[in-house]
């Protein structure tokens, strides 16, 4: 095991998640704490906060999604996007890229952005994928590659994966997993804009389960956004419930991540203690159930 120093906000934090039955977290390798540093090239520290994590949720009985990748980083305007001069891959604000164009690390026709890509998620499952508290691989979040680079990372990861995990990616309203994947995961947004009807908030994600499960997947829930700038305090406890219950009722493997936003903007908050001991209420139910007195083929 690698050395690394004490983290006692992290420990707390997941000690105290894990109290109140929180099992399964979603972590990215990227945002604020980007470790390709220059592509191909990776900081070491960086990556043994990850690894500190990794073996804490371990410690904890937490088990995690590692997402490799935030699609999010080749849009233009966003704070670690395209243009922000944070994007390693991109040519014009690092020597070292491979690509001027954002869209050539959508698809494998830009050979040196699908070899440098590939090269990263080599890095991450060859060091992780021994770690016994990681159950999935997230290829990536708010997907927008193709259809060619998505099979073709699949099969790639598959390979190099001696512990054969399961592996998804995170796809937004209107994308559907059509089969590419082991696990498909729904996000849900902008389907109920004024933000006050948690019981609209649930029609729609719902219907957005089942649509997914056509395909054949199994599906596990992933973000999904209400803003509450004006909502009650029974509607927030409505919406939240909703979210946490819902899903599991309509097939999916697992519970909705519910981005409450309590402004416009939005923010992600830490859950209240009351939410703690719903979360709680909920764990609790679903370790009473044998689940494998249950036919999960289709």
Not at 4 to 17: A, F, G, K, R
Not at 52 to 61: A, D, G, S, T, V
Not at 124 to 130: D, G
């Amino acid at each position: 095991m690698l050395y690394v120093e004490e983290e006692p906000e992290i420990d707390s934090l997941l000690h105290l998640w894990s109290n109140y039955g929180v099992n399964y977290l979603r972590v990215w390798v990227g945002g604020a704490s980007e470790p390709e540093i220059h592509v191909g090239q990776f900081d070491e520290k960086r990556l043994k906060k990850l690894d500190y994590i990794i073996r804490k949720c371990e410690e904890n009985n937490i088990y995690l999604t590692i997402c490799f990748w935030d699609e999010n980083t080749l849009r233009s305007g966003w704070s670690s996007g395209w243009d922000s001069g944070k994007n390693v891959y991109n040519l014009q604000t690092d020597s070292l890229g491979t690509t001027s164009d954002a869209d050539d690390l959508k698809g494998i026709e830009h050979r040196p952005s699908w070899k440098a890509m590939k090269n990263r998620y080599e890095v991450f499952v060859k060091r992780w994928m021994n770690e016994k508290s990681i159950m999935m691989w997230d290829l990536v979040n708010d997907s927008r590659k193709t259809a060619v680079w998505k099979s073709e990372m699949y099969n790639f990861v598959r390979t190099l994966d001696e512990n054969k995990h399961i592996i998804t990616f995170q796809y937004n309203t209107g994308r559907n997993p059509g089969g590419e994947m082991d696990c498909g995961s729904v996000r849900v947004y902008d389907y109920n804009p004024e933000g006050n009807d948690p019981e609209e908030m649930a029609k729609s994600l719902f219907a957005r389960i089942l649509e997914a499960l056509s395909y054949g997947d199994p599906v596990y829930c992933g973000e999904g956004r209400m803003h509450y700038a004006q909502a009650s305090s029974y509607a927030l406890e409505r919406g939240f419930l909703h979210t946490l219950w819902g899903p599991i009722a309509v097939g999916a493997a697992g519970n909705l991540h519910s981005w409450l936003c309590d402004t416009k903007e939005g923010r992600w908050p830490d859950p209240s203690l009351q939410e703690l001991e719903w979360m709680k209420g909920f764990s609790d139910f679903c370790q009473a159930i044998n689940w494998n007195d249950f036919n999960f083929h289709m």
